[in-house]
């Protein structure tokens, strides 16, 4: 069956660390990736998005993530984190532009002060 | 970013009523939206595909006459929970795709948090 995976669920990092999270996807052919965060209370945020070209993609507030294709992978990082960066984190991908988005499970990222 | 507005944030009904859950696009016209159901730790999974003047696709599983789903202008979807029971209490999610863009994006709303006692 056609999936996304992502490998962490709960991820607790200090201020100032480095952050990788990943994501692979079991779909062929051309495929859009897209990164998207939800802070606690509020709604899906998208965070950054691949569709062609660079396979490095950087989004808002510092994240950027790499699209391997050999390795259908899409982690997201970003060099230091900062508590405000607690939320959760969504990657999805869908097949061709009008498709619908298939999500992961989301990874949780707790950022101690 | 495109602006999709979900109404109501929350709402608390008794077993039995139905609900109504609203989902606009306020600065661009969506043929197409997407309804999703959270629960707690869990992914967003798809229910039904809202397409504009047309029957939604209902993802395998979702009862289509228990969660009624209307399109019928290109800025509003609703999603109608029938009958509704304890276990139909969740987090609903919408989602929208600006009809003129082709990037593949989704514009979600804040979602409604539906409480059935």
């Known amino acids: 069956a056609q999936s996304v995976s992502q490998h962490n669920h709960h991820v607790i990092l200090s201020e100032a660390a480095s952050l990788e999270l990943g994501c692979n996807y079991s779909y062929g052919g051309t495929v859009n990736l897209f990164w998207y965060v939800q802070y606690p209370g509020q709604h899906l945020q998208l965070l950054l998005k691949y569709f062609s070209g660079d396979p490095l993609v950087k989004g808002i507030k510092g994240f950027e993530a790499e699209f391997i294709k050999s390795k259908f992978s899409f982690n997201l990082r970003k060099p230091s984190v900062q508590w405000s960066d607690t939320a959760e984190y969504f990657c999805?991908?869908?097949?061709?532009?009008?498709?619908?988005?298939?999500f992961g499970k989301g990874t949780k990222l707790s950022v101690k002060p | 970013g495109a602006v999709v507005s979900q109404h109501p944030s929350w709402v608390i009904c008794k077993s039995g009523t139905s609900v109504k859950i609203e989902c606009r696009s306020l600065d661009f016209q969506a043929t197409t939206m997407f309804w999703y159901r959270q629960f707690p730790k869990q992914s967003l999974m798809l229910m039904a595909t809202s397409n504009e003047g047309s029957k939604a696709t209902y993802e395998q599983g979702v009862e289509k006459d228990k969660f009624l789903i209307n399109h019928a202008s290109l800025t509003l979807s609703t999603l109608t929970v029938t009958s509704a029971h304890p276990e139909d209490s969740s987090f609903y999610i919408c989602?929208?795709?600006?009809?003129?863009?082709?990037?593949?994006?989704?514009?979600f709303g804040e979602g409604s948090r539906l409480t059935v006692l």
């Open positions: 999805a991908v869908n097949k061709g532009s009008q498709g619908n988005l298939i």
């Open positions: 989602s929208a795709r600006d009809s003129t863009g082709n990037t593949g994006e989704l514009f």
